[in-house]
């Protein structure tokens, strides 16, 4: 099923938090999020938490605007780009604001949420299906901030897709991506806390797989990250 690590947003690299595109989460105050996961049977109401999983690391927030440093968004589930040529693209932060229809107040183990990343110039997709899910109060959205570190897997020219799904509950408004580039991502790295560098998973720990250079143009590969059951329909119309 996937293992991942909570841990409060408060306690986490400033750096880190801003490389996720959350550089005034300190002006915020102490908001809560309720979260549910797969294996447990009730969400449980939390102070705010990142959660580290093995490639991917992302976090909820009560919120249903995306911020305005996203400079690449669009409205609806999904957005399209040309990765530009003039920086050296490290990773990428994905940002998408959603609801519940019906004002539905949990979401079952089969809600299916995921973020789909798809370089369509190389062939190469990634599919994120997160162990926790965020669950918005009635009338209310949610944000779901996602940070995948590709180092050098993305090219200037490539052209990629971007998607966020779920079942017919989970409806999303807004998608979008906020680059961070090599240089960017290097001074984050270096100030990233003694703690945070001990952790199992950590968002600079690991790369999200495949190799953009043997990867045939002709040949579609997915990669499945997170928590996906054996049978997941979603992955299966990729």
């Given amino acids: 099923m996937g293992w991942f690590k909570l841990e409060p947003i408060g306690n986490i690299d400033v750096e880190i938090m801003n490389n996720l595109g959350l550089p005034n989460f300190g002006s915020m105050g102490s908001p809560t999020v309720t979260l549910s996961n797969r294996l447990l049977e009730n969400p449980r109401k939390l102070p ?9 690391f992302y976090a909820y927030l009560p919120e249903s605007k995306i911020p305005t440093w996203f400079n690449i968004k669009n409205i609806g589930s999904s957005i399209s780009f ?8 490290q990773a990428l932060s994905v ?15 089969n809600y299916d949420a995921h973020t789909i ?3 369509t110039t190389k062939s190469l997709i990634w599919s994120h299906s997160p162990n926790v899910i965020g669950i918005p109060e009635a ?11 590709f180092e050098n897997q993305l090219k200037g020219g490539d052209e990629l897709n971007i998607s966020v799904v779920g079942n017919e509950d989970f409806q999303v408004k807004e998608v979008g991506v906020h680059l961070v580039y090599k240089e960017q991502e290097e001074k984050s790295s270096q100030s990233t806390s003694e703690e945070a560098s001990q952790l199992q998973f950590s968002v600079y720990g690991n790369v999200v797989p495949g190799n953009a250079f043997t990867v045939h143009p002709v040949s579609r590969k997915v990669f499945r990250l997170g928590c996906h059951w054996w ?6 119309d990729l």
Avoid at 97 to 106: E, F, Q, R, T
Avoid at 231 to 236: A, E, L, M, N, P
């Fill in 95 to 109: 940002c998408s604001i959603y609801a519940l229809s019906n004002n539905l107040k949990y979401l079952d183990h």
């Fill in 82 to 89: 040309i990765v530009p040529s003039l920086f050296r693209i």
């Fill in 231 to 236: 049978d997941c329909w979603i992955c299966d």
């Fill in 117 to 119: 990343i798809n370089n």
């Fill in 139 to 149: 009338d209310e959205d949610m944000m779901w901030l996602s940070y995948w570190k």
């Fill in 48 to 56: 705010l938490q990142g959660c580290h999983e093995e490639h991917i």
